[in-house]
């Protein structure tokens, strides 16, 4: 029998406590294990970079949540994205990324992984025959983010998956705008899912962490291996914040939906906002696709301001409930500008951001307080 999501959210690698019969895998705050005699490993443990036994609950959580062989955490989510490339990729190859990826990802290709000799070209991830045009014989992954951040484009998982295999490149799916709770990349034909679980995972802004999932037991080993010859782990604290997090996910994300569908419907009717992102809205060009391959559409919404720049950073610095700053997915509300703030070193490249773009994380707070604050803020 398949299990639920919630299910194994709750209970996948989370056996209560051998030892004391704890329902909540402990925070090991160990690096070190006695041995039973040289080489005597009492349950496989040895050094905690290697592994860790909170870390072991929450790896094999995400790895059932998003339907992998093997889940591994890491202290950041670019942590996890740079050891997947340096474990997949030689200096030589050749990435296609979405051109609007997130800001973070993209300064790591342009400012770190190029220095190493790893070529990348952003491409238009919405037009597949753009991205099957743009491979090379170099190419070894394709970078794929869906929704994308901060213009919630939406790229075909599917799709894409075929175009990579073609190649014989690989299809990673940055998978945080959804979370494994809406989108389930590995069952679409991706090979690996990225995660900064700082985000909807993680949940209650209050922990940084990243994490591959991997559908291939091959391709996990060759991760795990790079885990720990390069050593971003998550620490067990880090760990357990995230694992209580990953419990919620399901019940959180269900209201985020309901909020930002709310949050959507204001905006779209709203006389100084020229246009609303958000993959949901059946005139979104990504909508049919966002709707076969994701349950709900998530809470990220972005909306353009008429008056331009000045007049979007003006509604970000008179809201109040929504709290303005950068990141996502937590339960509290928050409001930035992409162009000045998450985005802002992504100015003069090809994936700048419209100036007028507002970006919305759309919490689980009661959805009249947040409509009533956006007005305000809207003026
Ligand atoms: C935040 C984010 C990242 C980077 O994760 P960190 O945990 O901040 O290192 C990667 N991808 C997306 C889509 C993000 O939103």
Known sequence: MTEGFETLA???????????????PPIYAVSTYKQDGVGGLRAGY??????????????????AVEGG???LAFASGLAAEDTLLRAVCRPGDHVLIP?????????????????????YQPVPLHDVDAVRAAVRPE???????????????????TALASVAHEAGALLVVDNTFASPYLQQPLGLGADVVVHSTTKYVGGHSDVVGGALVAR????????????????????????????????TLAVRMDKHCDNAERVAELLLAHPKVTQVLYPGLPRHPGHEVAAKQMRRFGGMVSFRVAGGEEAA?????????????????GVESLIEHPGRMTHASAAGSPLEVPADLVRLSVGIETVDDLLADLTQALG
Request: hydrophobic share 45%; with cysteine; aromatic share 8%.
């Open 10 to 24: 709750i209970h996948a690698g989370q056996d209560a406590d051998p030892t004391t019969g704890a329902v909540v």
């Open 46 to 63: 040895e050094y905690s970079r290697s592994a860790n036994p909170t870390r072991t609950a929450l790896e094999e959580a995400l790895a």
């Open 69 to 71: 062989v093997r889940g």
């Open 99 to 119: 051109n609007d990826a997130y800001g973070g990802t993209y300064r790591l290709f342009a400012r770190v992984l190029e220095a190493w000799g790893l070529a």
């Open 139 to 157: 190419t070894r992954v394709i970078w794929v983010e869906t929704p994308t951040n901060p213009l919630l484009g939406i790229a075909d998982i």
């Open 216 to 247: 291939s037991a091959e391709l996990g080993e060759r991760l795990a291996y790079h885990q720990n010859a390069m050593g971003a782990v998550a620490g067990p604290f880090d760990a357990w914040l995230t694992l209580r997090g990953l419990k």
């Open 313 to 329: 950073v003006a509604v970000c610095n008179r809201a109040k409930l929504f709290t303005l700053g950068e990141s996502l997915g």
